[in-house]
């Protein structure tokens, strides 16, 4: 059941159609709440949005999708429809995402950078648990300008 409803489209403040867009539009926002760019690895964006007056953002996909996170060796599973309320440095009451911990997969709820920055990111969970991994795991480096130019001679 989705948790982007008729009444949420209706609220939204922005809503985009279309990978690149929503590619673009959600490492923008997350940056923009200060949070690590690349912590939404979603490949096949179908369309997102936000309702800026509740923070209330959704993201959609073609399908469920697994991501590996090289620098600290964890697998999360990103359902079809993330949902989440959003406040700088934060992501609360999250849905459509779980992470692997010994052989159980557990739904991830909260997200927080550290206030004042410690370079940490938290998760938690419905039970309370939580796990902290440095920030620098989730960032994704773009290409600077020079880089794209050297790159078309």
Not at 35 to 63: H, N, R, S
Not at 75 to 102: C, D, F, N, S, W
Not at 132 to 153: L, W
């Amino acid at each position: 059941m989705s948790l982007v409803t008729e009444e949420k489209r209706a609220d939204a403040s922005e809503i985009y159609i279309g990978k690149e867009i929503c590619q673009e539009k959600s490492k923008q926002f997350l940056k923009e709440m200060g949070l690590p760019t690349g912590l939404l690895p979603l490949e096949d964006m179908e369309e997102c949005g936000i309702v800026k007056d509740t923070g209330f953002i959704w993201l959609k996909q073609k399908q469920k999708t697994m991501h590996k996170f090289d620098k600290i060796g964890k697998t999360a599973h990103y359902a079809a429809e993330i949902t989440a309320y959003v406040e700088p440095k934060k992501l609360k009451q999250v849905t459509g995402i779980k992470t692997k911990e010994l052989f159980i997969w557990i739904t991830v709820t909260d997200v927080n950078v550290d206030v004042p920055s410690t370079g940490k990111l938290t998760f938690k969970t419905p039970t309370g648990m939580s796990r902290v991994f440095p920030v620098s795991a989730f960032e994704v480096t773009e290409p600077d300008d020079e880089e794209v130019k050297g790159n078309k001679e």
